[in-house]
């Protein structure tokens, strides 16, 4: 009689796979952890309300692209479990973007519509940053599986395309904002073209497979 049982990989790997997803889930919530502790302690500085902006603004920028890097990942690696995250990390995307925003608004200029109206007009990074936030809001609520059978998923990847363009325009609005050092929003764009032209790469190579 056959005593070793069945195999193991598979539900292992299942088992392994369900954890993943709470474990990044906690993960993506330390940057919001650390951030209220600082505040808290009174860690934020000389200009608090430009750390908090920054803070968040770049964590939504990291979010956009890890967000664009599942697919390639799920493509290059073999890792299709990898796709059950992408919803996950867009949302928190949309909301470290959300926390930029409303700091902007609530702890920089006071909930002055005037004055916020007028530097939205008269910055243009400022104005690149809050069309890129607006970019976000559909994609975020039609992230559900409701929203992809109510738009079919041809119209609901072409909508999420503009991804791409939220995550160009948040990237251009880092690069007009900094005032000194300038590398870390030109390496966010150099990951981003990357993206995009691994994807670029692949539909052009399956159009010519599929000749």
Do not use: C
């Amino acid at each position: 009689m056959d005593t070793t049982g069945p195999p193991q990989g598979k539900p292992r790997r299942r088992g392994a796979n369900r954890l993943i997803k709470p474990a990044i889930f906690l993960a993506a919530l330390l940057p919001f952890a650390f951030l209220a502790w600082d505040a808290a302690k009174g860690d934020l500085g000389a200009n608090p309300i430009e750390e908090v902006e920054h803070r968040t603004g770049r964590w939504a920028l990291y979010f956009l692209l890890i967000t664009l890097a599942v697919s390639p990942i799920r493509r290059l690696g073999g890792w299709n479990a990898v796709i059950r995250l992408r919803r996950m990390l867009g949302l928190f995307a949309f909301f470290y973007a959300t926390l930029h925003v409303s700091a902007f608004i609530g702890l920089d200029m006071f909930f002055d519509w005037g004055d916020i109206v007028a530097d939205v007009i008269e910055r243009p990074w400022i104005t690149i940053g809050m069309l890129s936030w607006l970019l976000l809001v559909p994609l975020a609520i039609t992230s559900t599986k409701g929203w992809i059978r109510r738009l079919g998923g041809r119209r609901w990847n072409l909508l999420h395309r503009l991804a791409y363009v939220a995550a160009s325009g948040g990237t251009i609005h880092y690069y007009l904002a900094v005032k000194q050092d300038v590398s870390r929003p030109v390496l966010f764009g150099a990951i981003l073209v990357l993206l995009l032209g691994v994807r670029i790469a692949w539909r052009f190579a399956d159009a010519m497979k599929a000749r």
